[in-house]
């Protein structure tokens, strides 16, 4: 059973950077597609970005060019840079991991998920 921890949340200004963590645990997730997702208050989680075991990657249109994902398999640790933060951008972020190889920007495809970090985007 994989456990997933994120980290690196917090209140930051618009415009301004952040790194998000997730570490796992229990299991190694080299071989797992890996994935970002957010949830603003009153809205549905909602995909932001996924990569696949070898590295390739999909990010959702509102943060192409803005948000990297990168992933460490030796630390077994998923990063999620942010960057040219907007106040859309506030939202609790969860970290989740596949099963799979293949990245998937439905949440429903995802096995494990960590309990989320908050990211607040002031303007």
């Known amino acids: 059973q994989v456990q997933l921890v994120e980290s690196g949340g917090g209140l930051v200004q618009a415009g301004d950077s952040l790194r998000l963590s997730c570490a796992a645990s229990?299991?190694?997730?080299?071989?797992?597609?890996m994935g970002w997702f957010r949830q603003a208050p009153g809205k549905e989680r909602e995909f932001v970005v996924s990569i696949m075991s070898g590295g390739s990657t999909r990010y959702a249109d509102s943060v192409k060019g803005r948000f990297t994902i990168s992933r460490d398999n030796a630390k077994n640790t998923v990063y999620l840079r942010m960057s040219s933060l907007k106040p859309e951008d506030t939202a609790v972020y969860y970290c989740a991991a596949r099963k799979g190889a293949f990245y998937s920007t439905n949440a429903a495809a995802y096995d494990y998920w960590g309990q989320g970090t908050q990211v607040t985007v002031s303007s």
């Open positions: 229990g299991g190694t997730i080299s071989g797992s597609a």
